[in-house]
């Protein structure tokens, strides 16, 4: 079994849809292991986004992602990490198709509802940074 960490963005949180995007996940058969709600701070999202910290947008990020606290969850399920990737749909929310999680919820690249891991090693790294081995219950 896989497992993927899952940031659900401010935007998402400010929409008040959480709970539906957790009952996507939940419904394609995958299991929260963790879970935490916490605000982002500058150290964590400079860690987390080092491939674009140097980037003229990265300021845009740090700023969206420390908005508001953040909801951030651990699924585990058979090839989870692709798996969630397809329910969101790409990164643009604009160029989501409709019935993907990004499609009907998101708005642009930045407001697209939910971070997912990219890959088991992503997914490993992420899992480390944002919870201790005694947080994770499965």
Same mark, same amino acid.
């Given at each position: 079994?896989?497992? /993927? !960490?899952?940031?659900? &963005?401010?935007?998402?949180?400010?929409?008040?849809?959480?709970?539906?995007?957790?009952?996507? =996940?939940?419904?394609?058969? @995958?299991?929260?292991?963790?879970?935490?709600? =916490? $605000? !982002?701070? %500058?150290?964590?999202? $400079?860690?987390?986004?080092?491939h674009v910290a140097d980037k003229p947008f990265y300021p845009?990020?740090?700023? =969206?992602?420390? /908005? *508001?606290?953040? !909801?951030?969850?651990?699924?585990?399920?058979?090839?989870?990490?692709? $798996?969630?990737?397809?329910?969101?749909? %790409?990164?643009?929310?604009?160029?989501?198709?409709?019935?993907?999680? *990004?499609?009907?919820?998101?708005?642009? &690249?930045m407001k697209n509802v939910v971070h997912a891991s990219d /890959?088991?090693?992503?997914?490993?790294?992420?899992? &480390?940074? @944002? =919870? $201790?081995?005694?947080?994770? @219950?499965?």
């Amino acid at each position: 079994m896989e497992k /993927s !960490l899952i940031i659900v &963005k401010p935007d998402c949180l400010e929409q008040g849809r959480a709970g539906d995007v957790i009952a996507r =996940f939940e419904k394609a058969g @995958f299991e929260i292991v963790a879970g935490k709600m =916490f $605000r !982002l701070t %500058p150290e964590l999202l $400079r860690t987390h986004y080092a491939h674009v910290a140097d980037k003229p947008f990265y300021p845009e990020i740090e700023t =969206f992602m420390s /908005s *508001r606290p953040v !909801l951030v969850l651990i699924l585990k399920g058979e090839a989870v990490i692709d $798996r969630v990737r397809e329910l969101l749909g %790409p990164t643009d929310s604009q160029a989501a198709a409709p019935g993907t999680i *990004r499609g009907d919820l998101g708005t642009d &690249k930045m407001k697209n509802v939910v971070h997912a891991s990219d /890959s088991p090693e992503t997914a490993a790294a992420e899992i &480390k940074r @944002f =919870f $201790r081995s005694d947080e994770v @219950f499965g």
